[in-house]
Each structure stands twice: as structure tokens, then as C-alpha cells.
């Protein structure tokens, strides 16, 4: 089994009219829309941190696309292209099956075409995506476009991926313990991809909450030169949570967005017919830094915000 083989048997070819030239050559060829700019994310995942030998194949392939899917949406793009990097310890014929199987169905659920990557032996497992969309010229919702007096929204609800790996840790790591729910919290995060883009026209700036709410609410603040006021009670947890815990968790995958207060009808409404949950919990006010009220009450800040993955270093 060499290369070829791995791409030929694992990595099937999908037939997409973007698609000039895929998976075959040094380079693949793609047909960006006219009138539109590419936006080009990347993800890694790494054995022993992101995930753990006992992870399912499957499980880790659809996360690896969809993590990178979120990045696209917190752009308000639309995904569309896609490259695989993939180190392997060993062949392993049922590994690459499954681990296949979950990146492309992911891929397939958006229309994403797998253009082309790479494939290595090495002594660790590591796998890369680069993930490529595209969006109107000039539509990109950066973080810096945050204006004091907007709202602070958010999409679904955070919590259940870190309670869900809470339960893994305690269960020596055993996936079959996980409730089906938990394992589509821990591996499965929902797109929201349609939600970005039917409220584009409203967003001011947007950013994904992979590394936790309070660190990416940080950052907008940075980028824009602005502060903001978080109000916990209204962030949707599940009834058991500590909402410090939660909102400095990470791994949720769903988005924060910041809009004028006054379309917040118009986007529960839009958010209704898209079938996305989204909820108010904040202001952006002007004193560069993050306030945290439970009730109106002023609350102690923690001392980490979020994940950082050189914070041992």
C-alpha cells in the first residue's frame, strides 16, 4: 500500500462544477464566483490533544471538516474547497475507511469538494485541513467592525461538549458510554453556515467560539478597540453547568456575532425561519475591557478565559 493507493481507495473523488481540475495533479484547479473573494482557513488536529486514541475514526474525519467549516462561517462565507495534510502511524485499512467516511460525509452535507493534500507515515497522527470558501467582494464580517452600542449575540447553546467530555475523562475514555447526543457534542458540532449568511446583511463583526465565549468576546473587544458587557444569565447552558466554566470551556463551534440592537426582531425572525436559536447576551460599550454581571450584579473575572494552546509552555 503506498500513497496512490491511500488517495485512490480512501479519499474518493466528487464530481463538483467548481472544480476545473481536483484530486490527481500537483495542484487543483477551482472556479471561484464571479464578483466574489476566497476566504482560506486551516485546522490541525493532533493525537493526545484535540483527540485520543480511542476517538472513532469517523467521529475525528467529521469533526476535522466541520471545525474548519466554522471558521468559513464566522466569515458569513459559504465553504466550498477543501485540502487534507494526513499523518498516519501505520496503515490501517478500517481506520482510513471510517476516518474518510465521516471528513466526506461532513464535506458532502455542504457541497465541499476535497481538491487535493497530502498523505505521509510519520510517528504521530496528525491531520490538516485547509479549508477554502468564498463570499461577495467587500462582505467579510471582521472582528475589528464591532461599534459601541451594538448587541452581542449568539448562536445554539455552550456547555455540552465539555460536559460531554467531562463524562469521557470519568469513564477511563470509553466512547461507548456516551449518550448519542454527547458524542454529536463532542465530534459533531452543528454547521451555521446558513444562519451567517441570512444575516450578513446585519452582522458587524462575527467570530467562531472554538477556544471559548469569554477569550473570542476578548477578542472582538481587541480588534475593535471596544469593551463589552456580558450578561450570564442569559447564555443558554445546560441546567447543571457552572457558567464560568462554560463560557471559558471552548470546543462549542458556534458563533458570536455583534449587530445594531435595534434589528434584534429582524434576526430572531430570520433566525426562526433558518431554525437556528440565537439569543441576545450582551452590549459592546466603549471602555476597552469585558464586564461580566450576573443579574445585574458585577462578577469576579476569572483568571483564564479560554483555551490556549501554548499556555503550558
Avoid at 469521557?168 to 454529536?184: A, K, R
Avoid at 445546560?238 to 434584534?264: N, R, S
Avoid at 430570520?270 to 476597552?288: P, R, S
Wanted: overall charge negative; charged content about 20%; aromatic content about 6%.
Amino acid at each position: 500500500m503506498n500513497e496512490k493507493d491511500v488517495i485512490q481507495n480512501f479519499i474518493s473523488k466528487q464530481q463538483h462544477n467548481s472544480v476545473a481540475y481536483g484530486i490527481g495533479d500537483d495542484c487543483a484547479v477551482v472556479n471561484p464566483s464571479p464578483g466574489h473573494q476566497l476566504v482560506v482557513t486551516t485546522d490541525s488536529m493532533v493525537e493526545g490533544i484535540h483527540f485520543v486514541k480511542q476517538s472513532p475514526a469517523y467521529e475525528i474525519g467529521y469533526k476535522l471538516m466541520a471545525t474548519n467549516i466554522s471558521d468559513i462561517a464566522s466569515m458569513c462565507a459559504l465553504p466550498k474547497w477543501a485540502t487534507l495534510n494526513l499523518t498516519i502511524k501505520t496503515y490501517n485499512k478500517k481506520w482510513l475507511k471510517n476516518f474518510s467516511n465521516g471528513l466526506l460525509d461532513c464535506a458532502n452535507q455542504h457541497n465541499i469538494a476535497l481538491v487535493g493534500g497530502d498523505t505521509t507515515l510519520g510517528d504521530h497522527l496528525v491531520m490538516s485541513l485547509q479549508l477554502i470558501g468564498e463570499i461577495p467582494i467587500g462582505d467579510a464580517r471582521l472582528r475589528e467592525n464591532t461599534v459601541i452600542g451594538d448587541a452581542v449575540f449568539m448562536t445554539g447553546k455552550v456547555g455540552y461538549a465539555s460536559q460531554a467530555l467531562k463524562h469521557l475523562i470519568d469513564n477511563n475514555y470509553q466512547h461507548s458510554s456516551l449518550t448519542t447526543s454527547q458524542i454529536s457534542a463532542l465530534y459533531k458540532p452543528p454547521s451555521r453556515v446558513s444562519i451567517a449568511i441570512a444575516l450578513r446583511h446585519l452582522i458587524h463583526a462575527c467570530v467562531d467560539i472554538s477556544d471559548g465565549l469569554l477569550h473570542e468576546l476578548e477578542i472582538i473587544c481587541e480588534r475593535s478597540a471596544t469593551g463589552a458587557k456580558l450578561m450570564l444569565e442569559r447564555i443558554p447552558i445546560p441546567q447543571d453547568a457552572e457558567i464560568l466554566q462554560v463560557i471559558t470551556a471552548g470546543d462549542d463551534y458556534e458563533l458570536l456575532f455583534t449587530a445594531d440592537a435595534k434589528h434584534e426582531q429582524e434576526i430572531s425572525q430570520i433566525a426562526n425561519a433558518v431554525g437556528c436559536e440565537i439569543t441576545l447576551i450582551g452590549h459592546i460599550i466603549g471602555d476597552n475591557s469585558v464586564m461580566l454581571t450576573l443579574n445585574d450584579q458585577r462578577v469576579d473575572y476569572p483568571e483564564i478565559s479560554g483555551y490556549d494552546h501554548f499556555a503550558s509552555s
